[in-house]
């Protein structure tokens, strides 16, 4: 849950219905979390946000304006100019704190926020005219490498890169270190990123974190199935499912499933399809990996990067870890 842009994910129907058949029909069934980002989702997620158990976005909120100094000299480097680049960034409200600062110490540097979505670039753009009106601000519509790689080769000035939210916790190991190779073979050697990890902690913490007892993160999953509903013309029956977290302390894998009640199949008419479930079958709907220190170095390490300084909140919940491309 940690996709803090919550952006609707719009993808031509016979793209979305092709990724929804391909999870269905798979053993185990299985389907992108990103698929919760609807209106619906959007409006469910910003009360999550708002739930006393769900400490992430306070945290990083709490880590930029305790550290936005701190940040500003590691960025600009005796003054030195760059570009200020964010993957995702939705509404702007944690990144806003950045922003805020270093435009009243006037740096120099602009801001890039990179999507996939022209609207939401345009509404960031917008709040940001009125709030900011002296900041440097030009959206970049697309996908996130694309963006870089065109860059990397027509401008030589430092880019620093964020990537908040834990969003790096809904890859497993081997993905995030595809990612994360991925953006270094994007940047230049000394260009920098800032990575919101969530970190190992009290397992009761983390469960009601993603299990809240209001229902509202159970309201936030089988909203899913309302979408499927809605826009590929399925017959999910909601009383017939229920959302289930679990959270492994070891591994650091909090997993979302939505489990299938009673022996019964569901029609979808986009994929003009009908899939089988089992009484107890899951659907696997999403990942959050937790984090510790080594796990950090590792990513790092193995994807061609050098950890500068982990900037951590009061509760030691969440940290922001500062990267450079070695």
């Known amino acids: 849950m940690e996709k803090e842009l919550n952006e609707e994910v719009l993808l031509p129907t016979d793209t979305f219905a092709s990724e929804i058949d391909s999870g269905l029909s798979a053993s185990p069934k299985a389907i992108s979390s990103r698929y919760f980002y609807d209106a619906e989702g959007d409006r469910l997620f910003q009360k999550i946000m708002q739930l006393d158990e769900y400490y992430l976005s306070r945290a990083e909120y709490a880590i930029f304006e305790e550290h936005k100094e701190l940040l500003l000299q590691y960025f600009a480097d ?65 996908e996130y490498f694309e963006v870089l790689n065109q860059m990397q080769k027509t401008d030589g000035q430092r880019k620093v890169v964020l990537f908040l939210g834990s969003n790096i916790g809904n890859f497993r190991q081997h993905q995030a270190i595809s990612f994360l190779s991925s953006l270094r073979a994007s940047l230049n050697e000394g260009d920098m990123v800032l990575i919101g990890f969530d970190m190992k902690k009290d397992p009761h913490v983390i469960r009601d974190a993603y299990d809240d007892p209001w229902g509202v993160t159970r309201d936030f999953n089988m909203n ?32 979302s499933y939505l489990i299938s009640l009673a022996e019964q199949e569901v029609t979808v008419q986009a994929t003009e399809a009908t899939y089988y479930f089992k ?48």
């Open 224 to 255: 899913l199935l309302n979408r499927l509903n809605k826009e590929l013309g399925a017959n999910f029956d909601l009383t017939k499912f229920k959302h289930y977290q679990s959270y492994d302390p070891q591994s650091g894998e909090c997993k």
């Open 78 to 142: 005796q003054g030195t100019a760059f570009h200020l680049m964010e993957f995702g960034a939705g509404d702007g409200w944690k990144t806003k704190v950045l922003l805020r600062h270093f435009t009243e110490q006037h740096a120099k540097f602009d801001y890039r926020p990179i999507d996939i979505s022209g609207n939401v670039l345009q509404e960031l753009e917008s709040s940001l005219q009125t709030e900011l009106p002296a900041l440097q601000v030009q959206g970049m519509e697309g």
């Open 279 to 326: 009484k107890w079958e899951p659907i696997h709907v999403e990942i959050s990996r937790k984090f510790d220190f080594e796990t950090i170095d590792e990513l790092a390490a193995s994807s061609g990067f050098g950890v500068v300084k982990n900037l951590r909140d009061t509760d030691e919940y969440f940290t922001d870890s500062l990267w450079v491309a070695t």
